[in-house]
């Protein structure tokens, strides 16, 4: 039995990987253990480990050792916590959960990553990688809008079947541009509820922009998250909010870096209903897309759709495409957003993604599909091929999973300005070509046309050159 257990927390040493130690003459550090018994501890103190059982004692003991020598000897108290003397700093050391009052599955162990995250029970294969970043306590920051105060406000909203999820963080000049962009959409925003989420950040900040969003949207809650989330977990729960909690029909998911124009959210609409009264394959619209046509050709283009693999920006999603999809962007959350956001196991995600994509693509059985072109299975493989690792990412391959397509508008009807952020800065932006991008005010098309095989403008799909699908 006890050779079962050793085997078992061994396994799990090996998985885990990362402890955090703390040592009151030195303070906290985090210290990796690794396959073949080695140890990556920042300070050099320890560089192997093992774990043994005293049959004597009747406990179980790690070991640490520099240089081939015992450096310190732990055991597991009752509450999962190893405890023992450093031989190098001649102090305590106490090896603890880097996740506040979570233990391990075995014998209450202290580390939780492979208890909370567990590997994908659907793909025995798949094995994390990289070294995961340490934890959310997600008891800290769960959102449930169906809850006070949140639900107050809501029941008093006018009925409406959509609604709009706009994420923002620190960026309160883009954000004035994005809720004024909005609220010019006349007629149209007045009866849709905003749900703007904003990541933590300046308090003073997070105040400015709530009291902006209060003053101009028609219809607005706003909701400032505790931590910073990261943009892929702000948005995935906001689809989780307004979708699964407040079961809207359809829903916009908007970001603070995005402009719209005046008639962005009627063109969604109406072509959001076109497309889904004429096929069964289409799960998301957008009216964005990288267009620099001129202002004649854009009025020759005005009509024109297609299907895209570009960023999924300002789209519009249908209650039934995200139930379809939602189990595998929870899943991919669970394993992978549940730490340091910046710390994202890239490596693992894109293993992961490769191995549902081999094993899950089940399409929806449907006769009548949107009319993709070549052009479309050129960008659906150079993205497949070489994925990105984020939640638009994850969004994407779960869509072509599902048998879904995305459809956007040729021409523009918002502008992408977001020069300064995580993943993006000046000179990439004026690399890529965005400041190229103009925002005409055409109105929103009388009708809409499927872009037809070999009929091409320009370049119109940006994402596939890898620039922006970390979110």
Known sequence: MHNVLLSAIHEEFVRSRIFQAVTPERGVRFINFLKHNSVDDIRGEFDWWNVSYDSEKQVFTLQLQ??????????????????????????????????????????????????????????????????????????????NLRKPPYWNHIREFPKSDTAIALVGHDRPTYFERVVKSLAANKGVIEGIPVYVFLDACDPDVMREQENLAKAILPVVLVVKRPVNFGCGRNLIDARRQVFDLLGYRQAFICEDDLVLSETYLSTCLQLYRWATETYSDVGAVQAWNFCTLPLDAKREAHSLVKATWTNWWGYLMGHETWRRIR???????????????????????????????????????????????????????????????????????AMDLAGYVRLCTLVNHGEYIGQQGIHMNPKWFTREGFGNIRLDELGTPKQFVPLKEGQSFERLDSAIKGGLEFK
Do not use: C
């Open 66 to 143: 520099r240089d081939g020598k015992v450096a310190a000897l732990l055991t597991m108290d009752s509450k999962g916590i190893w405890r023992g003397r450093s031989r190098v700093s001649n102090g305590t050391l106490v090896l603890t959960s880097t996740v506040r009052g979570e233990h391990w599955k075995i014998l209450g162990s202290p580390v939780k990553f492979y208890a909370t995250i567990e590997v994908d029970p659907d793909e025995p294969t798949f094995r994390y990688e990289d070294h995961l970043p340490p934890q959310l306590d997600w008891s800290e920051v769960g959102l």
């Open 327 to 397: 189990a595998f962007l929870y899943k991919f959350e669970r394993l992978f957003l549940g730490g340091v956001y910046a710390r994202r196991p890239h490596r693992s995600v894109k293993k992961w993604f490769q191995l549902k994509y081999s094993s899950e693509r089940d399409p929806i059985g449907v006769s009548d599909h949107y009319p993709v072109d070549s052009e479309f299975y050129t960008r659906r493989e150079a993205y497949l091929n070489g994925p990105p690792t984020g939640q638009d990412a994850a969004t994407s391959y």
